[in-house]
């Protein structure tokens, strides 16, 4: 099996390990998706530094306003910047090894009920419960969107205890034969939004620990076409200036479900 290392580069560093801080100017260059919009709420911690939280929410229109889809930009950065690797190949990153095992695309939330672990199921379904892009069977009211579960495996070989950021996000090869950034990230079973009673939990932020090794899903949503090949950035933690990502790559072959 190949393993893969990598050291962040703070040159480019919002790859951060662990839910650390950035620039508010930074976090503001982040542009709406196709479909939905990233909101931030700027907040100072302890020490007074800037903290930002994150949510998706899907952008309301009236009916007869006329609406201009905004386009996001193909990635900046040279393709022989990118480091690809295939799912199944493990990387290592935030002193862990990481490997994509599979990536399911389904319309209905409810196949959380299948794969997600029964310690996180609840919270996960009260999670997808108050998304609107969802209808009341739990389908996805965009016919060409789908939800993707992404399963991966992670063993930490750390020691000591720390809090991760697993913020992530897809890039895909459209007909072009361009880079984008592209979908929105909705969840990652483990994060403490969904494990921790605080009240300031943060997105995609989770606990490891020593000799921790499980697998996790994580999910995201997009419209998922055939011709197009879709990648996972595995420098996890990369939150604003998508265009300008550099790290891995995990191309995706997808099971569409319908």
Same mark, same amino acid.
């Given at each position: 099996?190949?393993?893969?290392?990598?050291?962040?580069? *703070?040159?480019?560093?919002?790859?951060?390990?662990?839910?650390?801080?950035?620039?508010?100017?930074?976090?503001? #260059?982040?542009?709406?998706?196709?479909?939905?919009?990233?909101?931030?709420?700027?907040?100072?911690?302890?020490?007074?530094?800037?903290?930002?939280?994150?949510? /998706?929410? +899907?952008?309301?229109?009236?009916? /007869?306003?006329?609406?201009?889809?905004?386009?996001?930009?193909?990635?900046?950065?040279?393709?022989?910047?990118?480091?690809?690797?295939?799912?199944?190949?493990?990387?290592?990153?935030?002193?862990?090894? *990481?490997?994509?095992? !599979? #990536?399911?695309?389904?319309? /209905?939330?409810?196949?959380?009920? !299948?794969?997600?672990?029964?310690?996180?199921? $609840?919270?996960?379904?009260? @999670?997808? +419960? +108050?998304?609107? #892009?969802?209808?009341?069977? &739990?389908?996805? +009211? !965009?016919?060409?969107?789908?939800?993707?579960?992404?399963?991966?495996?992670?063993? @930490?070989?750390?020691?000591?205890?720390?809090?991760?950021?697993?913020?992530? &996000?897809?890039?895909?090869?459209?007909? $072009?034969?361009?880079?984008?950034?592209? &979908?929105?990230?909705?969840?990652?079973? =483990?994060?403490? =939004?969904?494990?921790?009673?605080?009240?300031?939990?943060?997105? @995609?932020?989770?606990?490891? /620990?020593?000799?921790?090794?499980?697998?996790?899903?994580?999910?995201?949503? #997009?419209?998922?076409?055939?011709?197009?090949?879709? @990648?996972?950035? &595995?420098? *996890?933690?990369?939150? *604003?200036?998508?265009?300008?990502?550099?790290?891995?790559?995990?191309?995706?072959?997808? !099971?569409?479900?319908?």
């Amino acid at each position: 099996m190949k393993i893969y290392k990598t050291l962040p580069c *703070f040159f480019l560093m919002a790859a951060l390990c662990g839910c650390t801080t950035q620039s508010i100017e930074d976090a503001k #260059a982040i542009e709406e998706t196709k479909s939905y919009a990233y909101r931030y709420e700027y907040e100072t911690d302890s020490a007074g530094e800037a903290v930002t939280k994150i949510y /998706n929410e +899907k952008p309301t229109y009236d009916e /007869n306003e006329q609406v201009e889809e905004y386009q996001q930009g193909p990635l900046s950065n040279k393709t022989s910047m990118m480091k690809f690797i295939k799912m199944n190949e493990t990387f290592e990153y935030y002193d862990c090894e *990481f490997t994509v095992k !599979e #990536a399911v695309a389904t319309r /209905n939330y409810n196949y959380a009920k !299948e794969i997600i672990d029964d310690k996180y199921i $609840d919270e996960v379904m009260k @999670y997808f +419960k +108050k998304q609107i #892009a969802y209808d009341v069977d &739990g389908n996805l +009211k !965009e016919d060409d969107n789908r939800t993707v579960w992404i399963k991966i495996h992670m063993k @930490y070989n750390g020691n000591t205890s720390k809090n991760v950021n697993m913020c992530s &996000g897809f890039v895909v090869k459209k007909d $072009d034969g361009k880079l984008y950034p592209f &979908g929105v990230q909705l969840f990652v079973d =483990r994060e403490e =939004r969904f494990t921790s009673s605080k009240d300031n939990s943060i997105a @995609y932020c989770m606990d490891i /620990n020593p000799e921790d090794e499980y697998d996790m899903w994580i999910g995201f949503e #997009a419209p998922v076409v055939n011709s197009w090949t879709y @990648y996972l950035e &595995g420098s *996890f933690g990369y939150i *604003f200036q998508p265009t300008g990502y550099t790290g891995y790559l995990i191309e995706l072959d997808i !099971e569409d479900r319908g």
